[in-house]
């Protein structure tokens, strides 16, 4: 019985008394006689029915407080938030207590946290609640104090957490916060990672979920997904390199063929059991190899060398016309001069051409760029090799050779010439983007279907086409500093805003993961590969 149908009841049984009285002439003290005790009875009943409803019933035991609702118990601890400010007034207490609550949002635990702030004329004080749905368990709530109480040591060395007892009438608020006056309503929405991700399925693993501090399940992508293409982000020495080593690695283990464009020339480092490619042992490219597509060789060129439309046009009658004679500096200019020179217009085109055509016929274009042909199908057809373009100290002419590398390897997947799976790591991609990316932007949306999966590794995603931003299905974002790359990482992945936070606080080797087999970006640890 509620309390409300108490008044209802008790004139119910007034009123028929009354009406007894009426038809039976009873005498009032006969009727109070009556009435009286089914009042009190009606009263003893509500408290009793009230009472075995819910209990409330608090409980004490080293500051953990149990509530027992019904047949349920909630057990917790409250503990004062106390921020103790320097004496020259330095500590950045908002800051601090930003961050701590930053870092309990990253565990993955079952509890529930509450910071409630109470506020009146004369106090402010915060407190922190953390309490949990369970039976017996007073040892997991100061487990977790404990664990709580340890990161507000490393993260707001200012701040401290202390429990407040708990009478059985009352789980108090704290009135008093430490020696300054603070308080603020707390309007950060977080959302944790949610241990259900653990379950995910993965056959390449890559490290383990961690939250910041501690590390739980080990977490991975699915070899099936790599053909939806890889982005790795971060900045520099937040661990791009381990990382794509490390996925080379373990994919070349369940059968990938891998090829790396290494730019820097670093991964031989990491990775000394591939064969490699460098200055003393280079692949030869012929460019006007019978079996490369015009169409292609003059997209490559035109977006490197930024050809404007009539100099791309100009291109393809020239490489059309040089098929069979030797790529040199005088084929070429030969070449252009027999082209009609009918219009003014088509002489400036030609000059601007052959000029800018001089860096694939300079001494270092001449390393790289030759007639002596290597037949690139059968050396890359099968394995797991660096490409070190380090050699090439000119920029354009080794983002030329590159794409060109990537260009001979997808052909070879496009005729269906190998029915491997292949992973093609592209290290600092950045630099293989201008104004005009039309090559690599087509080949990212059509090498998918043929078992050839991209890894861009860049630390500026933000120069990065939107193209292959949308294109690369699993992300790996390492540490990012500047704004502008965390924002185009953010919006791509539609990250809640505790993770944007958290792009630039990574420590190395730490990694927000977003793939297809994962609900949810998640914190992640990435293995060493060495
Ligand atoms: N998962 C990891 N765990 C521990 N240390 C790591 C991890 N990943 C990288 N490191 C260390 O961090 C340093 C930088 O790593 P790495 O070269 O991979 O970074 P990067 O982002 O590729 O840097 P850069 O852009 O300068 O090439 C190295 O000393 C490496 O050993």
């Known amino acids: 019985m509620n309390r409300d149908k108490i008044g209802p009841a008790i004139l119910f049984i007034l009123g028929s008394l009354i009406i007894l009285d009426q038809f039976f002439k009873v005498e009032l003290f006969v009727l109070v006689l009556f009435a009286l005790p089914m009042i009190l009875s009606i009263i003893v009943l509500y ?6 409803k819910l209990s409330i019933n608090i409980f004490l035991k080293n500051q953990i407080f149990r509530v027992n609702i019904g047949n349920q118990s909630i057990y917790g601890i409250t503990c004062k938030i106390i921020g103790k400010q320097e004496l020259d007034g330095t500590a950045n207490l908002q800051k601090e207590l930003d961050a701590l609550l930053d870092a309990i949002s990253r565990k993955e635990i079952d509890l529930e946290y509450v910071v409630i702030t109470s506020i009146s004329n004369k106090r402010k004080s915060s407190s922190l609640i953390l309490f949990k749905k369970c039976e017996n368990c007073e040892d997991d709530i100061m487990r977790e104090f404990e664990s709580v109480s340890i990161i507000a040591k490393a993260v707001s060395p200012h701040i401290s957490l202390v429990p407040t007892p708990s009478s059985n009438l009352a789980i108090p608020i704290p009135q008093i916060f430490g020696n300054i006056s603070y308080a603020r309503v707390f309007d950060k929405v977080y959302d944790v990672p949610k241990s259900e991700d653990s379950t995910v399925d993965y056959d390449v693993e890559i490290g383990d979920i961690t939250n910041g501090k501690m590390i739980s399940s080990p977490i991975g ?5 790599v053909v939806r293409h890889i982005g790795i982000f971060g900045s520099t020495g937040s661990g791009k390199s381990n990382t794509a080593a490390l996925l080379s690695k373990k994919l070349a283990e369940i059968g990938f063929n891998v090829v790396i464009l290494d730019w820097h020339g ?8 591939f064969i490699v490619f460098d200055r003393q042992n280079i692949i030869k490219i012929n460019i006007l190899s019978q079996s490369y597509g015009i169409e292609d060789i003059v997209d490559i060129i035109g977006d490197v060398l930024q050809l404007t439309d009539p100099q791309r046009f100009m291109l393809h009658l ?3 016309k040089l098929k069979g004679r030797p790529f040199t500096l005088s ?13 003014n217009w088509s002489r400036e085109v030609k000059y601007a051409l052959a000029r800018k055509l001089l860096l694939l016929t300079s001494r270092q274009g001449k390393l790289v760029f030759s007639n002596e042909e290597d037949d690139i199908e059968k050396i890359l057809e099968s394995g797991k090799y660096i ?5 090439l100290h000119n920029i354009r002419l080794r983002r030329l050779y590159g794409l060109f590398i990537l260009k001979i390897l997808t052909d070879i997947y496009f005729r269906g010439k190998s029915d491997k799976k292949i992973l093609i790591v592209i290290e600092e991609a950045h630099n293989y983007f201008t104004e005009y990316n039309d090559f690599i932007n087509r080949i990212i949306s059509e090498v998918r279907k043929f078992g050839v999966g991209l890894c861009i590794v860049s630390q500026s995603p933000s120069s990065i086409s939107a193209e292959i ?3 690369t299905n699993i992300k790996i974002i390492h540490s990012l500093k500047a704004d502008i790359d965390k924002r185009v990482i953010s919006d791509s992945l539609s990250l809640p805003p505790s993770m944007v936070n958290f792009i630039d606080k990574l420590d190395i080797g730490e990694a927000i993961l977003s793939a297809p087999n994962i609900k949810n970006p998640i914190v992640v640890k990435i293995k060493k590969t060495f």
């Open 47 to 52: 408290f009793f029915i009230s009472k075995k």
């Open 221 to 225: 992508i699915r070899s099936s997904d």
């Open 266 to 273: 670093e991964f031989k480092n990491l990775l000394n059991d």
């Open 318 to 320: 020239l490489l059309l």
């Open 331 to 343: 084929t070429v200019i030969d070449t252009l001069n027999q082209l009609d020179e009918g219009s």
């Open 387 to 391: 490409i070190d373009l380090s050699f």
């Open 469 to 471: 931003l949308k294109n």
